[in-house]
C-alpha cells in the first residue's frame, strides 16, 4: 500500500485527537461542550468508516498464507466492532440533539470513550499500520 493511503490514516488520526482535545477543552459545561460533540461524533464517524469490509476483506486476502497477520486482522476487526458498538452508544446518548438529560454524566463517559478511541489509534498505528504497508493500494481506502 502507499504512503498516500497510510497518511489518510494518520490524517484522521490527527483529526480524532484534535476533536477529542476541543471536546475536552470544553468539558465542564455540557452547553458549549455539544457543538464539539457533534463535530467530534462527525469526525469519528469518517474515521471508523474508512475501514470497511472491503479494506479487511482485501488484507486477508493478501495475508492468506500468514497465519500471525491473520490473527491480527482478526483482533482488529473485532476491536474495530466493539468500537463501533461503544461509538453508537455514545453518540445515541450524546449527540447533542437531545434534551440535557446526560449532561452529568457526559464528562465521565467522553473520557472513557475518548480513551478507547485513543487505544484504538494506537493499536492501528501499532499493528494495521505495518500491516497496510505491505500490501497493494487498497481500493477500499480511495472511495
Same mark, same amino acid.
Given at each position: 500500500m502507499s504512503k498516500k493511503e497510510i497518511e489518510i490514516f494518520k490524517i484522521g488520526h490527527e483529526a480524532?485527537?484534535?476533536?477529542?482535545?476541543?471536546? /475536552?477543552?470544553?468539558l465542564r459545561s455540557y452547553l458549549h461542550a455539544r457543538p464539539k460533540v457533534r463535530e467530534f461524533n462527525n469526525v469519528v464517524l469518517m474515521h471508523l468508516s474508512r475501514q470497511n469490509k472491503a479494506m479487511y476483506d482485501h488484507l486477508n486476502e493478501y495475508y492468506a498464507q500468514d497465519r500471525e497477520a491473520q490473527k491480527? /486482522?482478526?483482533?482488529?476487526?473485532?476491536d474495530l466492532k466493539d468500537i463501533k458498538i461503544k461509538y453508537l452508544?455514545?453518540?445515541?446518548?450524546?449527540?447533542?440533539?437531545?434534551?440535557?438529560?446526560?449532561?452529568?454524566?457526559f464528562p465521565k463517559e467522553f473520557i472513557e470513550f475518548s480513551r478507547?478511541?485513543?487505544?484504538?489509534?494506537?493499536?492501528?498505528?501499532?499493528?494495521?499500520?505495518? /500491516?497496510?504497508?505491505?500490501?497493494?493500494?487498497?481500493?477500499?481506502?480511495?472511495?
Open positions: 480524532v485527537i484534535t476533536a477529542i482535545d476541543d471536546v /475536552l477543552q470544553n491480527m /486482522l482478526e483482533f482488529l476487526l473485532h452508544i455514545f453518540t445515541d446518548k450524546h449527540s447533542g440533539e437531545m434534551a440535557d438529560i446526560s449532561y452529568r454524566s478507547e478511541i485513543i487505544s484504538r489509534i494506537k493499536m492501528e498505528e501499532e499493528y494495521l499500520f505495518p /500491516l497496510l504497508s505491505e500490501v497493494p493500494v487498497l481500493k477500499a481506502l480511495q472511495e
